[in-house]
Nanobody, 124 residues
């Protein structure tokens, strides 16, 4: 079965960096659309970044976060720089079997599989 396992979260101070990883198994990773979403307490899960033929970002993370993938290692990454307290959330890795369109890649409903989530806390 498909498994997505996130790692790399933690507690950091404002301005610090973190790199999240998502190890994928059970799917053809190289052809899968992959995304990162986050959910803060009391809020809905929201799109952060995605990667298909190109990359997509939520406006508040553009220029600070970078999504990338290593198809040889079946791993998705999210490099997060200049972290802010408002980035505090549980971060989820998501996968779709096959590609997604530019119109759908930001939607939660596009993705077939989800990781268990990992906490990122930005606080002084």
């Amino acid at each position: 079965q498909v498994q997505l396992v996130e790692s790399g979260g933690g507690l950091v101070q404002p301005g610090d960096s973190l790199r999240l990883s998502c190890a994928a198994s059970g799917l053809t990773f190289s052809s899968a659309a992959m995304g990162w979403f986050r959910q803060a307490p009391g809020k809905e899960r929201e799109f952060v970044a995605a990667i298909g033929l190109t990359t997509y970002y939520e406006d508040s993370v553009k220029g600070r976060f970078t999504i990338s993938r290593d198809n040889a290692d079946n791993t998705l990454y999210l490099q997060m720089n200049s972290l802010k307290p408002e980035d505090t959330a549980v971060y989820y890795c998501a996968a779709r079997r096959g590609p997604a369109t530019v119109y759908t890649i930001r939607r939660k409903s596009t993705y077939n599989y989800w990781g268990q989530g990992i906490q990122v806390t930005v606080s002084s």
